[in-house]
């Protein structure tokens, strides 16, 4: 089992900065790809941004060059610094984490960030 908390959301004006944090605990050993998900108001959950445990990245189109995810493993938490937040940016933002023996994704709870303009 893996147990997620993040932190970090809020209220920022469009053109500002926040960074989320993922600390991860339990079984963290096994855990291939961490990763930070989405879902704005009507619309479906999806990837930000990823990082394998070999330190690979993958963005969204929408958040290249504005979000950066990194990983600090002696902490076993993982970040999403935000930069140049968009309204279209306002939603919740949910820590994942894969498993790739098991094929199970965990999940936390989300953190909200409001983009206002």
């Known amino acids: 089992q893996v147990q997620l908390v993040e932190s970090g959301g809020g209220l920022v004006q469009a053109g500002g900065s926040l960074r989320l944090s993922c600390a991860a605990s339990?079984?963290?050993?096994?855990?291939?790809?961490r990763g930070w998900h989405r879902q704005g108001p009507g619309k479906e959950r999806e990837l930000v941004a990823s990082?394998?445990?070999?330190?690979?990245?993958l963005y969204a189109d929408s958040v290249k060059g504005r979000f950066t995810i990194s990983r600090d493993n002696a902490k076993n938490t993982v970040y999403l610094q935000m930069n140049s937040l968009k309204p279209e940016d306002t939603a919740v933002y949910y820590c994942n984490a894969h498993v790739a023996v098991t094929a199970v994704q965990y999940w936390g709870k989300g953190t909200l960030v409001n983009v206002s303009s």
């Open positions: 339990g079984s963290i050993f096994s855990i291939n790809i």
């Open positions: 990082i394998t445990s070999g330190g690979s990245t």
